[in-house]
């Protein structure tokens, strides 16, 4: 069973490109969380999924972040017109459900804005 | 809103020596999820050790152990027997129960394994 893959492991993209980072969960799981890591900070959630719907948003930026965990494939975290300050570490995590078991993450992908 | 406090930026062990690790919290639920998780350069994330708040007895894993004190709310993080691959951010996480799992995380401790 692969572990939380996430892709790619670094992202270099200039002011006001889009940056789209991706996430499969392990087999089986159907709970998807994106966590952002600044650097010398912990871990800020930003919006957590299952299948076909987003279920708490309520960490995302309101504006030019987005994201989605479609039926098939992966969940995406989308970025538009990135800035400087998105620069950062994105993880992924997954649970097989919403009860009494730990989330597995991803490596993350390292977004750096140049 | 539950938070979750590690109060040291950056600790140091000697190699074989012990090491605790402090974390508090503050939630208004009484029952949860503790867990303390190892981010070692690589950035993977490792599940180190899961305290369940109902359970009295602290959680152990090899040389990891916890002391869980729930009336003070506090979650410390035990090392025994340090060694030079333990040297990572260790971070503490709270989880809310219920249908809503996402885990509440500290900023991290920086553990330093001297030889």
């Known amino acids: 069973n692969a572990g939380v893959m996430q892709n790619p492991r670094h992202l270099v993209r200039r002011r006001g490109q889009e940056a789209r980072l991706r996430c499969s969960p392990m087999k089986g799981h159907s709970h998807v969380y994106w966590y952002r890591q600044l650097p010398e900070e912990g871990l800020k959630f930003m919006v957590y999924?299952?299948?076909?719907?987003?279920?708490?948003e309520s960490g995302m930026p309101k504006e030019r972040f987005s994201a989605e965990f479609p039926k098939e494939g992966p969940s995406i975290l989308r970025i538009q017109q990135v800035v400087r300050g998105d620069s950062a570490a994105y993880f992924c995590?997954?649970?097989?459900?919403?009860?009494?078991?730990?989330?597995?993450f991803g490596q993350g992908t390292r977004l750096t804005v140049v | 809103a539950q938070t979750v406090t590690q109060s040291q930026p950056e600790m140091s062990v000697q190699e074989a020596e012990t090491v605790t690790l402090s974390c508090t919290y503050d939630t208004s639920e009484s029952d949860y999820y503790l867990f303390w998780y190892k981010q070692p350069p690589s950035r993977q994330m490792i599940l180190v050790i899961r305290q369940e708040a109902y359970k009295q007895q602290n959680a152990t894993e090899n040389r990891f152990s916890v002391n869980f004190q729930k009336a003070a709310k506090s979650f410390s993080l035990k090392i025994s027997d340090s060694q030079l691959g333990d040297a990572a951010m260790y971070f503490c996480?709270?989880?809310?129960?219920?249908?809503?799992?996402?885990?509440?995380f500290g900023r991290g401790t920086s553990l330093i394994v001297h030889p």
């Open positions: 996480a709270y989880r809310r129960p219920g249908g809503s799992y996402i885990p509440t």
């Open positions: 999924l299952q299948k076909e719907n987003i279920i708490d």
């Open positions: 995590a997954s649970s097989p459900d919403s009860g009494n078991t730990e989330a597995f």
